[in-house]
Each structure stands twice: as C-alpha cells, then as structure tokens.
C-alpha cells in the first residue's frame, strides 16, 4: 500500500522527469516517454513487458480500498486500464504536447467514441466535405440518431464556419488537416480563435502529419486524433487509433471508451 510521503515523492519524480523530456528533442522523447516512469509497477523489466491480463490482483482487502479510495496505484480489469497501452498513450502524449492521451483498437474507434462522448445529443457539429469515408458515413447516418446534426464546410472556408457558428448551436468542429485525401491544410490557431468564444470544441484529425510534423494542441486544439494504424504504427502491422488532448476532454472519451470496449491489444500497443 503507498502511503502519502511516497505518493508525494513519485508525484515530484514524475514532474521532474517530465520537465526534462519537455526540453528533449523529439527522438529523445519517442524513445524515452512512457517508460516505467509514474506508473504502477508491475515488473523489474528494463524494457515496457507486454502484459497479458484481463484481470489484476491484489495483495489483500486493505490494498483493494486502498485502490479504489485512489491511495494504491495499480489496475483493476483489462477494460479499463493495462500497463502496456499506458506507456503507449504517456508517449503520444508526451509527443503532442497534450495533457492527457487514450489509446484504442483502431483510428475509427478513436473518432466514433470521442463523438459520442464529446457531442451531446441534440448538438450541432461542423465538419468538412474532406473526410475520411467512415468517419463521413457515422456522422451521416448514426449521430442523426441522436438528434445530433451538421454543418458540411470546405476546409478553406473560413466564412462558412463563421456563419454556421452565428446559426447553430455548434458543439465541435471536427476536421482533418491535412485532409484525406487532397492533403490540405487548415489554419488552426485562426479556427480556435472562431470557435473558443461560441464555446465549439476543436478537434483535429492529424493523422497523415503525426506530432513530428503537426502538434495541433500546440495551434490551439482542444483534441487530436490519429489513426494510429497509419504513419505512428509505420509497418502496416497494426491497428490502433489515438486520442490527446486536454485532460478534461480526453477523460470525458475515457469514460465512453470504458462502457464501449474498444480496447487495442496489449501486443499492438
């Protein structure tokens, strides 16, 4: 059981550590981010194990309160946490400059569930006539469900988001730069300075860029997503999607990803 001085001292360990990878280069922080450090131990492996559980022990009736009354760190059922898949969302986290990251089993899980969690029903979203087909096809037929309906901009028109935000009660404005398929780019720091005052989410689908090429929460996005399956997997081996962004927002996905269950394997993350 952890008690507060240790608490407080790993608590330190972690902001420091984290000041350090702040000031890395980006390789440094691919490599190092995620790392054993600030999370539950669960071996002495030098490396990140892949940990193969659907289910966690612990040592006692007092561990298991002390667990659930936040006092013990460690993990309680698959579906809600794993070892391996933390270390991997504490790296694209720290990659993106974001406070907080979750990791999932494929770029459609990530798009699907944060809509869900972050549109509510009866909203208003604006998206853009460059979207990925399936991301398109949820919008189209599923959130209408849900009373949820749409805004459909061209990317580049600035305009067209201005006056769908003076008309609608717009919840998020989620879009893709670059985009898929054309590759083009939004100004960012321009659609945050539209949206912020209406109180619009800005989500940004940043998968063909990564966070070498593109840090969108840096620009003034609320929320990134990646179809991690592409340019972060890299070998054509993976399916996995990913979420980042503030801490807030990311644990509102959080908290859907848990009742959903898209879980990424231990083995992908």
């Known amino acids: 059981m952890a008690n507060s001085g240790s608490a407080d001292a790993a608590t330190n360990g972690a902001s420091v550590r984290a000041d350090r990878l702040a000031a890395a280069s980006d390789a ?11 999370r539950p131990r669960v071996s002495d492996s030098l490396t990140t ?67 869900l969690a972050l549109v509510p029903a009866g909203g208003h979203l604006v998206t853009t006539t460059d979207c990925y087909q399936g991301t398109q096809r949820f919008i189209e037929t599923v959130l209408p469900k849900m009373g949820i309906s749409t805004t459909v901009i061209d990317p580049s ?21 670059p985009t898929n398929p054309f590759m083009r780019c939004v100004d960012i720091p321009r659609v945050k300075e539209l949206c912020a005052p209406k109180g619009a989410i800005v989500v940004i689908d940043s998968t063909f860029a990564t966070p ?27 399916l996995a999607g990913a979420i980042a962004g503030k801490a807030e927002l990311v644990a509102a996905v959080r908290k859907m990803h848990h009742m959903l269950g898209g879980i990424i394997d231990p083995h992908a993350a």
């Open 212 to 238: 070498i090429n593109q840090r969108p929460v840096t620009l003034g996005a609320d929320v990134v997503i990646h179809s991690a399956t592409k340019y972060l997997a890299g070998h054509h081996d993976v």
């Open 28 to 38: 440094t922080r691919a490599v190092h981010a995620g790392e054993r450090a600030g």
């Open 49 to 115: 194990p892949i940990v193969q559980t659907s289910t966690y022990a612990f040592q006692d009736t007092a561990e298991l309160l002390a667990y659930l009354e936040g006092r013990h760190a460690s993990y309680e059922y698959g579906r809600l946490g794993n070892p391996t898949t933390r270390a991997c969302e504490e790296k694209i986290c720290e990659l993106e400059c974001a406070e907080e990251c979750l990791v999932s089993s494929s770029g459609m899980n990530a798009a699907t569930t944060m809509l």
């Open 157 to 177: 028109d600035l305009a067209a988001l201005e006056r769908a935000l003076e008309e609608h009660p717009v919840s998020m404005f989620f879009l893709e730069s």
